[in-house]
């Protein structure tokens, strides 16, 4: 906490990625600055020396979204399960304020900002559970290529394109693939990978994929979920699956999904 009861966020950068010197790397983050969003965590600032680079950011109180979902040293409970305070009402608000985050960035910011790192441990919530994007605007410090399958992945195992994974094309596509895996997470309470046993793995796009083929999608819902309509879960399902569409052309826009959520939401209020 500084003076005056501001709390602020630091984030020590494990590595520079592309950035090659202190130029570089204000270039890169000085654009943040101008970037403001309700949805979007705000910058504040960072530190530069050879050996050490932060970043500082606004604090924001609640936690992340994925230690509010699957309760891992939730505060609080003494069991691993998540935040009961995580009603339906509040999930689909999450769902829509970070959609219109990764919307502004990409249609409103020129040039337009990719994430490329989308996963619910980077979604902060405040004291209303309202969505914060954290993490925006680092791309060039993920990460290289060439070591890119040992450091970066395994924390977003689940979350990532596999046009990402595979072959390293960017576009914004690949954040929609990112948002689609939330989606799901936040309908089926699922990590986006799970192994129920050491020879088993289950991945939340396919498994949810075949569940809705099959007619048996309610077998799914996070069995904490309260507040809910069953119709209002399956749109939610589907655009979730929509978005992980293997072609990223298939793929929606984020401007066309935060139009999709509301007209689901306007069903929702209407209730």
């Not at 979204?65 to 935040?83: A, W």
């Not at 450091?151 to 954040?175: I, M, W």
């Amino acid at each position: 906490d500084f003076e005056g009861g501001i709390s602020i966020a630091v984030k020590k950068l494990e590595t520079l990625g592309r950035i090659r010197n202190q130029e570089e790397f204000e270039n890169e983050i000085g654009r943040l600055g101008n970037i403001q969003h309700h949805n979007l965590v705000a910058f504040q600032g960072y530190y530069w020396s050879s050996s050490m680079q932060l970043i500082l950011s606004e604090f924001v109180s609640n936690g992340n979204l994925y230690d509010n979902l699957h309760g891992h040293g939730y505060p609080g409970t003494s069991t691993s399960r998540g935040n009961r305070e995580l009603d339906w009402s509040r999930r689909f608000q999450i769902a829509l304020g970070t959609a219109r985050a990764l919307a502004y960035l990409h249609h409103d910011c020129r040039p337009p900002i990719l994430h490329l790192n989308l996963k619910s441990s980077n979604i902060l919530l405040d004291d209303k559970y309202e969505a914060k994007l954290s993490d925006y605007g680092l791309g060039k410090l993920l990460p290289i290529l060439d070591n890119y399958g040992l450091t970066k992945f395994h924390n977003a195992v689940g979350y990532v394109a596999p046009e990402l994974a595979q072959s390293f094309r960017q576009s914004e596509k690949c954040d929609v693939y990112s948002f689609g895996v939330i989606l799901l997470e936040l309908v089926t309470g699922r990590k986006p990978v799970e192994s129920p046993t050491t020879s088993e793995v289950v991945v939340l796009c396919e498994y949810v994929r075949s569940l809705l083929e099959t007619g048996s999608a309610s077998h799914c819902f996070d069995r904490n979920l309260l507040g809910f309509t069953e119709s209002e879960l399956i749109q939610v399902m589907r655009l979730g699956i929509i978005c992980t569409s293997e072609d990223p052309l298939r793929r929606p826009s984020m401007a066309e999904i935060v139009q999709v959520l509301e007209s689901i939401r306007n069903g929702l209020e209407s209730h």
